[in-house]
């Protein structure tokens, strides 16, 4: 999970939904996980995963590095083609928890609670 600071709040964030709105399937892959991204459809990838294949950052939780994935996928030499293709992707980071940060918490505090929250398993509503 990658963090993301928010003033008295760190967002973690665990996962990327990725939405294909092409009419063609795009596939990639990190670290031997292949990805395929069905036309007209939406894929939820580890946030890892979308930073490799996409150049995505939590910092811009909702969007891709245009001239990284142009130059990865080669789309760099025509503006057209990339216009068309990037154009009918959209992606949205997927918070899985977010840890309260109480003001004069040191980094290692922060670190620690950011720790913790990715190992406590989520609370499943009682019954």
Same mark, same amino acid.
């Given at each position: ?11 973690? #964030? ?8 092409? *009419?063609? *399937?795009?596939? @990639? ?6 990805? +395929?991204?069905? $036309?007209?459809? +939406? ?5 890892? *995963? /979308? *930073? ?10 909702? @969007?891709?590095?245009? $001239?990284?994935?142009? !130059? ?11 216009? /068309?293709?990037?154009?009918? #992707? ?7 928890? +977010?840890?309260?940060? $109480? ?9 620690? /609670?950011?720790? !913790? ?11």
């Amino acid at each position: 999970m990658m963090p993301v600071m928010d003033h008295n709040h760190v967002q973690l #964030l665990g996962h990327v939904k990725v939405t294909n709105n092409n *009419a063609r *399937a795009l596939v @990639d892959s990190h670290v031997g996980v292949e990805y +395929t991204f069905k $036309p007209r459809s +939406t894929l939820t990838i580890p946030a890892e *995963a /979308a *930073a490799h294949i996409f150049g995505w950052s939590p910092e811009h939780p909702d @969007d891709f590095d245009r $001239p990284y994935l142009e !130059r990865r996928w080669g789309l760099n030499r025509d503006k057209d083609v990339a216009d /068309a293709l990037l154009g009918n #992707l959209v992606l949205e980071g997927v918070s899985s928890a +977010t840890v309260t940060v $109480p003001a004069g918490m040191t980094a290692e505090e922060i670190e620690d /609670a950011i720790a !913790r929250a990715r190992v406590q398993p989520p609370s499943l509503p009682m019954g």
